[in-house]
Structure formats: structure tokens, C-alpha cells
């Protein structure tokens, strides 16, 4: 079965520092979702990648696809604390099975 | 627009208590699921639907039953608790499955406690 492995698994960074998150799947990514999760509550849509090589981005998050590789990467420019919290990837390892699997998550501190 | 409205927010049972964790949708998403988080584990699929009357096992279903007799709802049940199943539920919800359809919307989960 397809596994989704984060790196890293925590981040604590200083306001205003870049950085990334990286998804990388033991099988062929047919697409990858991104989402956020504050503490204690639901997750939400961040991103979805279809191909290979597409690039996406919204406000200062930019999320990129690489099919041969089998990984993602969530870049964060000039973290804020507002992007505190959990990063999680999700996959269909089949491209249209229905059994959406997701990393482990990676949790993210941003000091004031 | 309600999204995805899970109930109850917090549980406690008992070892060998049963209960039923709801889920319901309005927004005629054909593609619902429900997954558990616990610490250091991401999301685990226990079960999802593609449509009314079709369900199928994720990686956990051990220990849960599902079905799906409308769109709109999809109950998940502990037949027997047990604190291995102390966790927090999600159910999410899609237009579709697979990475050609709609992402998926979430629920705000249920907080489930086994004694």
C-alpha cells in the first residue's frame, strides 16, 4: 500500500523566515492535496496538484508536484503567526480509488 | 451552507459500550469518508463511500461499521469501544474520489475517550 512520509515531523521558525515542508510518497503520485489544521480543529483545503511539475500558489504558500521524484513540496515565504500549525499531505496512490491517505503531518511554530 | 456537521463534538465511553459517531453533508457530495488521528499518525482511512448504498474498508476498519443509506449522512459505529479507539474522528466529504474530483471538506471531528 501507498505510504506518505513529511519531513520534517516539527518546525519551529522566527517570523519572517522562509520555509519547507516536503511530502514524498513510496509510489507513483497521481495528484496530491496540502492541508492546514489548527489545534482542535478541522482541516482545511490548502492545495491540489494533478500533474507533474504544475507550480500553485495563494498569498505567501506555493506548493509544487514532482511525479518523478514522488514528492511535493509547501514553501512558506515570510512566515507569519497565522500559519501555526499542522501541515498535512493526501494522496490517491491509484489516481481514482477513493482511499485518500494522508502523511503524518508536520507541525509548524512561528515565534513573534 | 452547514459543509460537513459531525455530532457529537466530545465523547466518553466505557470498554464494550457501543454508540454511533453522526456525519451529514449538504452539499450532495457523492465521495464521504471518515478517518482518526492520533498523535504522530497523520489521518488513517477507516471507511468511504462512493455513493449511497456502496461502502468499502480503509487502512483501520477493524472495530467500526459504516453505512450508506442517503447521500446526506454516513453514521459510523463502535459496536464494542475499546481505549484503543480513543481518538479523533473526521468525516470528510467530495464532489467526487480520486485526485480528478473535488478535494475533500472536513468536518470539525469528534473527540472520542475509552475507559
Known amino acids: 500500500s501507498q505510504e506518505l512520509e513529511q519531513s520534517p515531523q516539527s518546525l519551529i521558525v522566527q517570523e519572517g523566515k522562509n520555509l519547507t515542508i516536503n511530502c514524498t510518497s513510496s509510489?507513483?503520485?497521481?495528484?496530491l492535496y496540502w492541508y492546514k489544521q489548527k489545534y482542535g480543529e478541522g482541516l482545511i483545503f490548502l492545495m491540489m496538484?494533478?500533474?507533474?511539475?504544475e507550480e500553485k500558489s495563494h498569498e505567501k504558500i506555493t506548493a509544487k508536484l514532482d511525479e518523478k521524484k514522488q514528492q511535493s513540496s509547501l514553501h512558506i515565504t515570510a512566515s507569519q503567526p497565522s500559519h501555526a500549525g499542522i501541515y498535512l499531505c493526501?494522496?490517491?496512490?491509484?489516481?481514482?480509488?477513493?482511499?485518500?491517505?494522508f502523511g503524518q503531518g508536520t507541525t509548524l511554530q512561528v515565534k513573534p | 451552507n452547514a459543509g460537513v456537521t459531525q455530532t457529537p463534538k466530545f465523547q466518553v465511553l466505557k470498554t464494550g459500550q457501543s454508540m454511533t459517531l453522526q456525519c451529514a453533508q449538504d452539499?450532495?457530495?457523492?465521495?464521504m469518508s471518515w478517518y482518526r488521528q492520533d498523535p504522530g499518525m497523520g489521518l488513517r482511512l477507516i471507511h468511504y463511500?462512493?455513493?449511497?448504498?456502496?461502502?468499502d474498508q480503509g487502512e483501520v476498519p477493524n472495530g467500526y461499521n459504516v453505512s450508506r443509506s442517503t447521500t446526506e449522512d454516513f453514521p459510523l459505529r463502535l459496536l464494542s469501544a475499546a481505549p484503543s479507539q480513543t481518538s479523533v474522528y473526521f468525516c470528510?466529504?467530495?464532489?467526487?474520489?480520486?485526485?480528478?474530483?473535488?478535494?475533500?471538506?472536513f468536518g470539525n471531528g469528534t473527540r472520542l475517550t475509552v475507559t
Open positions: 470528510a466529504s467530495s464532489y467526487s474520489a480520486g485526485t480528478g474530483g473535488s478535494p475533500l471538506h
Open positions: 452539499m450532495n457530495h457523492e465521495y
Open positions: 493526501g494522496a490517491d496512490g491509484s489516481g481514482n480509488t477513493g482511499k485518500l491517505i
Open positions: 509510489k507513483t503520485l497521481y495528484g
Open positions: 496538484l494533478q500533474k507533474g511539475g
Open positions: 463511500s462512493v455513493g449511497a448504498g456502496i461502502t
